[in-house]
């Protein structure tokens, strides 16, 4: 039998946040972490906490081109088509 | 046969008809390239030059250096990408005449200590080291459903470092893949995701610390 892992402390785990969400923690890791969270709110909250700010970040490119800049853009091509671009 | 080639196949089939019409001179395939990327190319130029003004003359930029290209375009990277590489060229050409450029090699140094959370914030001592001694503070769901957090997202963004703010806006504002940033912005998977998790980390600090100065009377 090996010893049993050492486990994760807050610390630690808050700087693995990126890596388990990105889905790059080894198997073992990922299996401490997600036993960490079994017992501490603090972490479950902190996690959670950074999805709500991706959630947001995710909300911030509702964004519409503005017809003076299409217009624009088409004068832009307009030019390049007849060889002057 | 496989789904995802399909897909993939069905991909490049679309993207060379689409060429083919932009070479022909057809202005809707035009605006339809346009209307997909251009919010997402004033975003990422802003990332380089000052003003919103100046992004939107160093997009416009790139859309006349996409179009004399376009024969050269030989479909070995997406149009996407083969566009976004366009943008960021000129965007740092014309920051660096503004003097506001990044250097690349900043992207992957300095500040190798941060900390996601500051040390002071967990127990230093006996057997519940490292635990939280100062949890994360509470959100309600008004704050997390608000527009406010949209807001203090972007605030907490707009105030990384460069590299930090290049990499989380592309990864978590425009969506892109971790393999199309790290084909972008010339860096390795490992750093980008370095740069990443001192973004979000950041960020979410930043937002957690102007929530809590609102809830207190």
């Not at chain 1, 890596?19 to 603090?42: A, I, N, P, V």
């Not at chain 2, 200590?113 to 949890?135: K, L």
């Not at chain 2, 972007?154 to 590299?163: D, N, T």
Request: charged fraction near 25%; glycine fraction near 6%; charge should be negative.
């Amino acid at each position: 039998m090996t010893s049993a892992p050492p486990h994760l402390t807050c610390q630690h785990l808050v700087e693995l946040v990126t890596e388990y969400l990105e889905g790059k923690l080894s198997h073992g890791d990922r299996s401490r972490l997600e036993q960490h969270l079994c017992f501490c709110d603090s972490c479950v909250k902190y996690l959670e906490q950074m999805r709500q700010v991706l959630r947001a970040t995710g909300r911030l490119t509702e964004e519409s081109i503005t017809p003076e800049a299409q217009e624009k853009l088409l004068d832009v091509f307009r030019k390049w088509k007849a060889g002057g671009a | 046969m496989e789904l995802g080639s399909e897909a993939a196949g069905e991909r490049a089939g679309a993207t060379s008809a689409l060429l083919e019409a932009l070479r022909a001179g057809d202005e809707s395939a035009f605006l339809h390239l346009v209307n997909r990327h251009q919010a997402s190319m004033i975003r990422v130029a802003t990332l380089y030059v000052g003003s919103r003004a100046a992004a939107e003359e160093v997009v416009q930029e790139a859309w006349v250096g996409v179009l004399k290209g376009l024969h050269l375009f030989e479909g070995r990277s997406s149009l996407k990408s083969w566009i976004f590489r366009i943008l960021v060229n000129t965007a740092k050409a014309r920051g660096i005449r503004e003097a506001r450029s990044v250097p690349l090699s900043s992207l992957a140094s300095g500040d190798e200590d941060e900390a996601a959370v500051p040390a002071e914030r967990f127990q230093e001592h006996g057997v519940w080291t490292g635990h939280w001694s100062q949890p994360p503070s509470e959100w309600s769901d008004d704050q997390v459903a608000s527009a406010e957090l949209v807001a203090l997202a972007r605030e907490g963004i707009e105030q990384l470092p460069p590299a930090q703010r290049e990499v989380m806006t592309l990864r978590d504002v425009e969506g892109w893949e971790a393999h199309d940033v790290c084909e972008l912005l010339e860096v390795s998977e490992a750093n980008q995701r370095v740069l990443l998790h001192r973004a979000r980390s950041k960020v979410r600090a930043y937002v957690e610390e102007r929530l809590g100065k609102e809830v207190r009377p």
